[in-house]
């Protein structure tokens, strides 16, 4: 019931059911735990953590999945170190439990602190796909970004497998450092792989090639996409007006907006900057009136 009334955001009502009940147990604690958590009502979570463990009612990784989840949403370091500790303390650290030592990895990269991830992520007994995307991810959102290349490297020399989620993250490193080459070797192991070129995948090529200035390669991918969405449209719109081609920037907002694909502010703002580049007052006003 009370994972029930959880999860559909009546939060005060699974905290009555919670309070009215004589005994409880694990199950009990995690889903009350759980639910503030997310409700993003974190202090909540951690003060009902507190008295669970004053309660001696031993944590488990359900347990602590959410307080890792509550101390992304926090922003707050200390309390993901205090929730580390608990890991450590129940014997989970080295990796017996893949899903919460990863959670780690992926609290810590969030918040900005490469090194800690890197540290629990090498301490691990076994890792998975999860794992290596939330190191590589860590990396490339963190830097340095040559790193995730390297943990790439030694997933593919190990001969695990990777998914569109690490190709993704990748791409984006290499976006981020406009190396084109890397990024051109990466595009190829998606075909050698055989991986499905999703519209996340595909639009992150059109970004990658866009910023690197390598229209006519973004061009290629993007006409090869059937169901764009803004996010896409963008990525291309974006990659013209920086690169100069202003007019054409705007032509392909005319065709995105025949297809009824509607403009974010992104997109907008790039639009305002191919105008100014052309010195057109009117198309300007025009764009200007669609962002208020």
């Keep these: ?42 202090d909540k979570a951690f ?32 309390f993901g170190k205090c929730v580390h500790g608990c890991v450590l303390g129940l014997g989970l650290g080295m990796g017996d439990d893949v899903l919460v030592v990863t959670s780690l990895v992926d609290m810590y990269s969030k918040m900005g602190d490469t090194e800690s991830a890197r ?12 794992s290596w995307n939330a190191m590589i991810s860590g990396c490339v959102q963190n830097g340095p970004v040559h790193e ?8 593919a020399l190990s001969g695990g497998v990777f998914d569109s989620g690490t190709i993704v993250s990748l791409l984006q490193g290499c976006a981020q450092i406009a190396d084109m080459e890397s990024g051109k070797i990466i595009h190829c192991c998606i075909f050698r792989r055989g991986l499905e070129l999703n519209l996340i995948l595909c ?20 006409d090869g996409i059937k169901n764009k969405n803004v996010i896409t449209w963008t990525a291309m719109l974006v990659g ?41 007052l009117k198309k300007g006003r025009s764009v200007h009136g669609k962002l208020i």
Excluded at 119 to 130: A, H, I, P, Q, R
Excluded at 251 to 265: D, I, P, T, W, Y
Aim: charged share 20%; net charge neutral.
């Design 119 to 130: 540290s629990v992520f090498e301490g691990m007994s076994t890792k998975n796909l999860v």
């Design 47 to 78: 003060g009902l953590f507190q008295n669970m463990c004053k309660c001696r009612i031993r944590p488990s990784p359900v347990t602590l999945l959410s307080l890792i989840q509550a101390c992304v949403g926090m922003q707050n370091i200390e």
């Design 240 to 280: 013209l007006a920086q690169n100069g081609y202003a007019e054409d920037s705007l032509k392909l907002f005319h065709q995105m907006q025949e297809e009824g694909v509607s403009a974010n502010s992104v997109t907008l703002v790039s639009l305002v900057h191919s105008c100014a580049h052309l010195g057109s």
């Design 1 to 42: 019931m009370i994972s029930f009334l959880a999860k559909f955001d009546d939060i005060d009502e699974a905290r009555r059911v919670f309070d009215g009940l004589l005994e409880k147990d694990v199950v009990c604690w995690n889903s009350m735990i759980h639910g503030y958590a997310k409700a993003c009502q974190y």
């Design 148 to 155: 995730s290349f390297e943990l790439f490297r030694r997933l």
């Design 203 to 222: 639009t992150t090529i059109v970004d990658l090639y866009s910023k690197c200035g390598a229209l006519m390669w973004a061009k290629f991918v993007f």
